[in-house]
């Protein structure tokens, strides 16, 4: 088969429709994006997290007792086993947020008695259950890390401000899904095998993670904080572009246009920097897209989402390293919306290689070598 003469091979999987779904719509040419019909900008301005995952795992938005049962449940399933705490407390320093969040939401799994009860009602508690206890793990793993009710209290350890606390339920909303993007196909792929959700997450936060996908905002905001001033954004990005480099934070494999995520994002950028005082990294971060966008407009190259919230968590005060999971506890929220929504006609995701290699090896015991 995979030898035939007429096999395609798309890199990338590239414009490969591989299943239906009615949770996300990202117009990549208009710079459009939808929730189950909703356009993202309503979403950020009106909605709440907590609304988006009910919207999500429901098709629908909530009534006011539904979205009281999704706050209080999600309220009451933030606390984690001791064991996870211990696990935490015990991996390596070294140990880089995003691979504690990956290790202990594996481990997780073991804790959950509806584990291999794959009804959708109980798919349905799972999903609450670990988007309440992903941030909660993120959180954890930065307090015992730096030796610090909510998620920002949690991270810093001190009340957050009113404005703090509308951002991140913004950033939440604007990364809860985003259809078939890396991690959301990697944690698709585990789930067609009818793993558990559990394994789908970590399948999807193992994907998240690299700096093509999740991982641009930490990359994104290392780099403004290396140009460091406006001044030397054009030099850098144009030396950087020269040796065939990327520049994180730039492009996207559907949108041809803004990201819509990254125009909401960097209006707060504008506020947080109003209310701080210092607008050196906001304004590094306009001089690198002017050049980006005079350089490579042409080929529909603008900022995705990860450039500004590079930006705004930076901020916020968040620690680049921590950038990552902060979108895995949004995106668990998409992830496990999207497998329960596979789970209704599941079929095997099994594409082929088209084999290049030899065909003809002899054997050659290992002593005749
Ligand atoms: N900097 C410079 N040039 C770029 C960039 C960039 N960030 N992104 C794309 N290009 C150029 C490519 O070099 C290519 O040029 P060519 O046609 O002359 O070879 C062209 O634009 C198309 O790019 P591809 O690499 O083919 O795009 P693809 O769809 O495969 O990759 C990706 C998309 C991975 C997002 C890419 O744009 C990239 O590496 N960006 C930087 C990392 C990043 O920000 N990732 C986050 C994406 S958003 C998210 O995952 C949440």
């Not at 919230?309 to 968040?318: A, D, F, I, R």
Request: hydrophobic share 40%; aromatic share 8%; net charge neutral.
């Amino acid at each position: 088969m995979g030898t035939e003469k007429e096999a395609v091979v798309v890199k990338g999987l590239e414009d490969v429709y591989v299943k239906e779904s009615k949770l996300c719509l990202v117009d990549g040419e208009k710079g459009r994006l939808l929730y189950v019909g909703y356009d993202i900008r309503d979403l950020a301005e009106r909605s709440s997290f907590e609304e988006t995952c009910y919207l999500l795992w429901h098709f629908r938005l909530p009534g006011q007792d539904e979205l009281e049962t999704t706050r209080r449940g999600l309220a009451e399933e933030r606390k984690l086993p001791k064991d996870i705490l211990n696990l935490l407390k015990r991996l390596p320093k070294t140990t880089v947020p995003i691979d504690a969040l990956r290790t202990a939401v594996s481990a997780l799994a073991a804790y959950d008695p509806e584990l291999a009860d794959d009804s959708r009602d109980a798919n349905l508690r799972k999903a609450l259950r670990i988007t309440a206890k992903v941030a909660t793990i993120v959180a954890a793993f930065h307090r015992i890390r730096e030796g610090a009710e909510d998620f920002l209290r949690m991270l810093s350890g001190k009340a957050p401000d009113p404005l703090d606390t509308k951002i991140m339920d913004v950033a939440l909303i604007l990364h809860a899904d985003h259809s078939l993007n890396a991690s959301t196909f990697g944690a698709t792929v585990a789930a067609s095998t009818l793993a558990d959700l559990y394994s789908d997450v970590v399948a999807g936060i193992a994907t998240l993670k690299g700096p093509l996908h999740g991982g641009a905002n930490e990359q994104a905001v290392k780099m403004l904080l290396k140009i460091g001033s406006p001044a030397n954004a054009e030099p850098y990005v144009e030396k950087a572009l020269a040796r065939g480099e990327k520049i994180p934070g730039f492009g996207h494999r559907v949108y041809k246009n803004f990201d819509p995520r990254a125009l909401i994002l960097r209006d707060y950028a504008k506020k947080l920097t109003q209310r701080g005082g210092d607008s050196t990294l906001l304004d590094t971060a306009s001089a690198v897209q002017e050049v980006m966008l005079r350089n490579l407009q042409a080929k529909k190259i603008y900022p995705n989402v990860d450039f500004y919230s590079g930006v705004t968590y930076y901020l916020m005060g968040l620690p680049p390293d921590v950038f990552t999971p902060v979108f895995a506890v949004a995106r668990v929220a998409g992830w496990a919306a999207h497998v329960m929504e596979y789970w209704q006609s599941n079929r095997i995701m099994r594409p082929l290689d088209l084999y290049v290699g030899p065909t003809d090896a002899a054997y050659v015991p290992i002593d005749r070598r």
